[in-house]
Protein backbone atom coordinates (compact mmCIF):
# COMPACT_ATOMS: atom_id res chain seq x y z
CA UNK A 1 0.00 0.00 0.00
CA UNK A 2 1.13 3.53 -0.50
CA UNK A 3 2.49 5.69 2.38
CA UNK A 4 0.72 8.84 2.60
CA UNK A 5 1.76 12.15 4.65
CA UNK A 6 -0.22 15.39 4.62
CA UNK A 7 0.93 18.46 6.22
CA UNK A 8 -0.31 19.85 8.37
CA UNK A 9 -1.33 17.86 11.29
CA UNK A 10 -3.75 19.95 12.88
CA UNK A 11 -4.40 23.84 12.68
CA UNK A 12 -6.31 26.50 14.46
CA UNK A 13 -7.65 29.56 12.50
CA UNK A 14 -9.62 32.58 12.33
CA UNK A 15 -12.59 33.01 10.00
CA UNK A 16 -11.70 34.88 6.96
CA UNK A 17 -8.51 33.16 6.37
CA UNK A 18 -7.17 30.76 4.46
CA UNK A 19 -5.40 27.19 4.88
CA UNK A 20 -3.86 25.19 2.21
CA UNK A 21 -3.47 21.58 3.03
CA UNK A 22 -0.26 18.83 0.99
CA UNK A 23 -0.97 15.42 0.89
CA UNK A 24 2.68 13.28 -0.60
CA UNK A 25 2.66 9.87 -1.62
CA UNK A 26 5.66 7.78 -1.78
CA UNK A 27 4.97 6.52 -5.33
CA UNK A 28 3.31 7.82 -8.44
CA UNK A 29 -0.55 7.56 -8.63
CA UNK A 30 -3.32 8.12 -10.56
CA UNK A 31 -6.17 8.66 -8.88
CA UNK A 32 -6.24 11.06 -5.82
CA UNK A 33 -9.28 12.38 -3.71
CA UNK A 34 -9.77 14.95 -0.89
CA UNK A 35 -12.32 14.27 1.77
CA UNK A 36 -14.03 16.12 4.88
CA UNK A 37 -15.13 13.77 8.34
CA UNK A 38 -17.36 17.00 9.94
CA UNK A 39 -17.10 15.99 13.70
CA UNK A 40 -19.17 12.80 14.44
CA UNK A 41 -19.81 12.46 11.22
CA UNK A 42 -18.76 10.03 8.15
CA UNK A 43 -16.03 10.57 5.40
CA UNK A 44 -17.56 12.88 2.32
CA UNK A 45 -15.95 12.72 -1.10
CA UNK A 46 -15.14 16.53 -1.93
CA UNK A 47 -13.15 16.03 -5.20
CA UNK A 48 -11.20 14.16 -7.26
CA UNK A 49 -7.64 15.77 -8.07
CA UNK A 50 -6.78 15.13 -12.04
CA UNK A 51 -2.91 15.22 -12.72
CA UNK A 52 -2.46 18.11 -15.14
CA UNK A 53 -6.57 19.33 -15.41
CA UNK A 54 -9.13 21.18 -13.22
CA UNK A 55 -10.22 19.03 -10.06
CA UNK A 56 -13.40 17.04 -10.59
CA UNK A 57 -16.02 18.42 -7.84
CA UNK A 58 -18.93 16.90 -5.82
CA UNK A 59 -22.24 18.41 -5.45
CA UNK A 60 -22.06 21.01 -2.77
CA UNK A 61 -18.38 21.88 -3.31
CA UNK A 62 -17.07 24.56 -5.36
CA UNK A 63 -13.71 25.34 -6.96
CA UNK A 64 -13.96 29.00 -5.39
CA UNK A 65 -14.30 27.81 -1.51
CA UNK A 66 -11.88 24.49 -2.35
CA UNK A 67 -9.29 25.07 -4.76
CA UNK A 68 -7.13 22.05 -5.91
CA UNK A 69 -3.85 21.61 -7.47
CA UNK A 70 -2.40 18.41 -8.55
CA UNK A 71 1.43 19.44 -10.07
CA UNK A 72 2.26 15.82 -10.84
CA UNK A 73 1.52 12.04 -9.52
CA UNK A 74 2.54 12.17 -5.78
CA UNK A 75 1.75 15.73 -4.48
CA UNK A 76 -1.73 17.40 -3.92
CA UNK A 77 -2.52 20.50 -2.29
CA UNK A 78 -6.44 21.41 -1.12
CA UNK A 79 -6.75 25.16 -0.05
CA UNK A 80 -10.30 25.73 2.37
CA UNK A 81 -10.74 29.94 1.74
CA UNK A 82 -12.70 32.45 3.58
CA UNK A 83 -13.10 29.88 6.41
CA UNK A 84 -16.31 29.65 8.71
CA UNK A 85 -16.31 27.52 12.07
CA UNK A 86 -18.70 24.85 9.69
CA UNK A 87 -15.23 24.79 7.94
CA UNK A 88 -14.09 22.78 11.31
CA UNK A 89 -13.64 19.34 10.37
CA UNK A 90 -10.98 16.37 9.08
CA UNK A 91 -9.73 16.67 5.67
CA UNK A 92 -8.33 13.75 4.03
CA UNK A 93 -6.78 12.48 1.10
CA UNK A 94 -6.44 9.17 -0.41
CA UNK A 95 -5.03 7.25 -3.18
CA UNK A 96 -6.00 4.27 -5.40
CA UNK A 97 -3.37 1.77 -4.63
CA UNK A 98 -2.78 -1.71 -5.46
CA UNK A 99 -6.17 -4.44 -6.29
CA UNK A 100 -7.90 -0.85 -7.00
CA UNK A 101 -8.23 -0.36 -3.44
CA UNK A 102 -8.13 3.24 -1.63
CA UNK A 103 -5.59 4.79 1.06
CA UNK A 104 -6.05 7.08 3.32
CA UNK A 105 -3.72 9.52 4.91
CA UNK A 106 -3.79 10.59 8.21
CA UNK A 107 -5.68 13.67 8.41
CA UNK A 108 -5.91 16.96 9.08
CA UNK A 109 -7.55 18.02 11.60
CA UNK A 110 -8.81 21.79 11.34
CA UNK A 111 -10.82 24.00 13.84
CA UNK A 112 -11.89 27.61 12.65
CA UNK A 113 -12.44 29.86 15.33
CA UNK B 1 -27.79 7.67 -5.66
CA UNK B 2 -25.97 4.83 -3.49
CA UNK B 3 -26.46 4.69 0.09
CA UNK B 4 -25.12 3.03 2.91
CA UNK B 5 -26.70 2.18 6.21
CA UNK B 6 -24.63 0.82 8.96
CA UNK B 7 -25.83 -0.20 12.50
CA UNK B 8 -25.98 -0.39 15.53
CA UNK B 9 -24.10 3.52 15.60
CA UNK B 10 -22.49 2.27 18.86
CA UNK B 11 -21.42 -1.35 19.80
CA UNK B 12 -19.96 -2.03 23.63
CA UNK B 13 -18.95 -5.60 24.28
CA UNK B 14 -16.95 -7.53 27.15
CA UNK B 15 -13.70 -8.62 26.06
CA UNK B 16 -14.46 -12.10 24.34
CA UNK B 17 -18.00 -11.27 23.70
CA UNK B 18 -18.13 -11.88 19.75
CA UNK B 19 -21.02 -9.36 17.75
CA UNK B 20 -21.92 -8.42 14.64
CA UNK B 21 -22.10 -5.06 12.67
CA UNK B 22 -24.25 -4.34 9.76
CA UNK B 23 -23.92 -2.59 6.57
CA UNK B 24 -26.57 -2.29 4.35
CA UNK B 25 -26.62 -0.47 0.88
CA UNK B 26 -28.66 0.54 -2.09
CA UNK B 27 -26.27 1.20 -5.37
CA UNK B 28 -27.17 0.85 -9.07
CA UNK B 29 -24.40 -0.98 -9.99
CA UNK B 30 -21.93 -2.61 -7.14
CA UNK B 31 -18.04 -2.77 -7.55
CA UNK B 32 -17.18 -3.12 -4.53
CA UNK B 33 -17.54 -3.30 -0.56
CA UNK B 34 -14.77 -1.89 1.76
CA UNK B 35 -14.12 -2.01 5.43
CA UNK B 36 -12.40 0.31 7.29
CA UNK B 37 -11.21 0.94 10.67
CA UNK B 38 -10.69 4.25 11.83
CA UNK B 39 -8.90 4.61 15.45
CA UNK B 40 -9.54 8.88 17.04
CA UNK B 41 -7.49 10.92 15.55
CA UNK B 42 -6.53 9.63 12.14
CA UNK B 43 -7.27 8.51 8.90
CA UNK B 44 -9.33 5.15 7.77
CA UNK B 45 -7.46 1.71 7.94
CA UNK B 46 -8.43 -0.69 5.26
CA UNK B 47 -9.09 -4.01 5.94
CA UNK B 48 -10.82 -5.89 3.14
CA UNK B 49 -12.44 -5.20 -0.11
CA UNK B 50 -15.77 -7.55 -1.09
CA UNK B 51 -16.86 -7.62 -4.82
CA UNK B 52 -19.61 -10.49 -4.82
CA UNK B 53 -22.60 -11.80 -3.02
CA UNK B 54 -21.27 -15.15 -0.67
CA UNK B 55 -18.08 -13.54 -0.67
CA UNK B 56 -15.79 -13.66 2.59
CA UNK B 57 -12.65 -12.44 4.05
CA UNK B 58 -11.15 -12.77 7.74
CA UNK B 59 -8.12 -11.53 8.98
CA UNK B 60 -7.39 -12.13 13.32
CA UNK B 61 -10.82 -11.80 14.71
CA UNK B 62 -12.41 -10.05 12.20
CA UNK B 63 -14.89 -11.91 9.39
CA UNK B 64 -16.18 -10.11 6.32
CA UNK B 65 -19.19 -11.47 4.58
CA UNK B 66 -21.36 -9.75 1.80
CA UNK B 67 -25.42 -10.75 0.10
CA UNK B 68 -26.69 -8.79 -2.37
CA UNK B 69 -28.25 -5.94 -0.29
CA UNK B 70 -25.87 -6.16 2.81
CA UNK B 71 -22.29 -6.92 4.53
CA UNK B 72 -21.58 -7.86 8.01
CA UNK B 73 -18.45 -7.34 9.63
CA UNK B 74 -18.22 -10.08 12.70
CA UNK B 75 -15.72 -10.07 15.54
CA UNK B 76 -14.86 -12.77 17.40
CA UNK B 77 -13.17 -12.74 20.82
CA UNK B 78 -12.59 -9.48 20.54
CA UNK B 79 -10.06 -7.76 22.57
CA UNK B 80 -9.95 -3.84 23.78
CA UNK B 81 -7.49 -3.38 21.01
CA UNK B 82 -10.29 -3.87 18.49
CA UNK B 83 -11.92 -0.69 20.12
CA UNK B 84 -12.52 1.81 17.30
CA UNK B 85 -15.07 2.88 14.69
CA UNK B 86 -15.83 0.90 11.38
CA UNK B 87 -16.78 2.09 8.31
CA UNK B 88 -18.29 0.58 5.56
CA UNK B 89 -18.20 1.98 1.92
CA UNK B 90 -19.71 1.01 -1.48
CA UNK B 91 -17.71 1.94 -4.79
CA UNK B 92 -20.45 2.46 -7.83
CA UNK B 93 -19.04 0.70 -10.94
CA UNK B 94 -15.72 1.95 -11.95
CA UNK B 95 -15.57 5.36 -10.79
CA UNK B 96 -13.54 4.75 -7.55
CA UNK B 97 -15.37 7.42 -5.64
CA UNK B 98 -16.49 5.97 -2.09
CA UNK B 99 -19.82 6.25 -0.57
CA UNK B 100 -19.64 5.78 3.22
CA UNK B 101 -21.43 4.90 5.85
CA UNK B 102 -21.82 6.41 9.61
CA UNK B 103 -19.56 4.04 10.76
CA UNK B 104 -20.09 1.40 14.23
CA UNK B 105 -18.09 2.65 17.17
CA UNK B 106 -16.64 -0.58 18.91
CA UNK B 107 -15.63 -0.58 22.57
CA UNK B 108 -14.52 -3.87 24.35
CA UNK B 109 -13.85 -4.01 27.68
CA UNK B 110 -11.58 -5.97 29.67
Known amino acids: SAVISQKPSRDICQRGTSLTIQCQVDSQVTMMFWYRQQPGQSLTLIATANQGSEATYESGFVIDKFPISRPNLTFSTLTVSNMSPEDSSIYLCSVVGGADTQYFGPGTRLTVL | EDQVTQSPEALRLQEGESSSLNCSYTVSGLRGLFWYRQDPGKGPEFLFTLYSAGEEKEKERLKATLTKKESFLHITAPKPEDSATYLC???????????FGAGTTVTVRA
Open chain 2, 89 to 99: AVEDRYDYKLS
